[in-house]
């Protein structure tokens, strides 16, 4: 193996690396969040139902038990939505732990998932796009950029098993 050749391959296996790197970041940071979100249902259930009564005027007659229901519908709703983004950040960050078993595969599928999550999110309140757009374009540059490793990757370690020697027929000698 030349000089080059070696130098290339380390940089591939470094930028291995920064992809396995990029996938927990973004995996442990949508979990982190989401969790968190998780755990401030309740909350911010009670905060809108407060505006919203607010907003509604003094005159206006409410139906408590009708507004219990509603309220348990949100946080209910909101339980849903936060914890699969949760899990989703989780399998994003063990597909990172996972990376150098199939890097292609693991890349790949980390860049689907959370391309499925925003794109969820994005149909329930198209505001959060919109928000979240720089956010979001620069994990999916830094995403694509650690896809495009994987391949290079990949494609370096079946150059470099295409170069050692095989015997042409693999048969045991007798005697």
Not at 12 to 40: E, H, M, P, S
Not at 78 to 97: H, K, M, V
Not at 144 to 165: D, H, L, N, S
């Amino acid at each position: 193996m030349t000089e080059l050749e070696r130098l290339n391959q380390r940089v591939l296996k470094d930028q291995l690396i920064a992809a396995r790197v990029i996938l927990l970041v973004v995996g442990a940071a949508t979990f982190l969040f989401n969790l968190v979100a998780y755990y401030q249902v309740p909350n911010e259930v009670e905060k809108v139902f407060r505006e919203e009564i607010r907003s509604a005027g003094p005159d206006e007659v409410l139906d408590e038990q009708e507004l219990t229901e509603v309220r348990q519908e949100a946080a209910r709703h909101g339980y849903w939505i936060y914890g699969w983004t949760a899990l989703t950040g989780l399998g994003i960050f063990l597909l990172g732990i996972f990376l150098y078993k199939a890097p292609v595969l693991s890349v790949v599928t980390g860049l689907l998932l959370y391309a499925g999550c925003i794109a969820f999110l994005a149909f329930l309140d198209f505001n959060f796009l919109k928000q979240h757009v720089v956010k979001n374009l620069v994990i999916f540059l830094v995403l694509g950029r650690a896809v495009q490793t994987a391949f290079a990757y990949r494609k370096e370690i079946r150059i470099g098993k295409e170069k050692v020697p095989r015997p042409l027929l693999d048969i045991p000698a007798i005697g």
